[in-house]
């Protein structure tokens, strides 16, 4: 999940210039926590994790554009056939779901807890820039 996490992080910056345009005026204690984050973010884009996040987003694509169930007027879910086959396509793609999740999870080597001190790193690095005890880097 953290390399989901990170994943969509960076898809939520945008690519390597939007990233330079967001820290751009930002001091230099801030670039480099950036750059640090981002530097475990790229090794973690390694081939192997790069064809399970695609399929994973496809999974989600999908499990978005899913049908829902018909539903009787008192809520319940009737097992019809149509019922019956949106159950066993939103249970197949829960299952594609997890098989791409624990690849990921087995394959990888992070280290949650140091991604977490480096989004502290970041954040603090940022809140003492803002309050002007950088200077003018």
């Known amino acids: 999940m953290a390399i989901r996490a990170l994943h969509e992080s960076r898809a939520t910056l945008g690519d390597e210039d939007s990233i330079a345009e967001l820290v751009a005026y930002a001091a230099d204690p801030v670039r480099q926590a950036v750059g640090a984050l981002l530097a475990e973010v790229n090794e973690q884009w390694r081939w192997l994790h790069f ?67 480096l989004c502290d790193k970041v954040i603090e690095a940022a809140r003492e820039d803002l309050r002007g005890r950088y200077g003018n880097d």
């Open 51 to 117: 064809v399970w996040l695609i399929q994973l987003k496809d999974i989600e694509e999908k499990l978005a554009t899913q049908p829902e169930p018909e539903r009787q007027e008192s809520g319940a879910i009737p097992m019809t056939p149509t019922n019956l086959e949106i159950f066993a396509q939103w249970q197949s793609l829960r299952r594609a779901e997890l098989q791409a999740l624990d690849k990921i999870g087995n394959q990888s080597n992070l280290d949650v807890d140091q991604v977490i001190g």
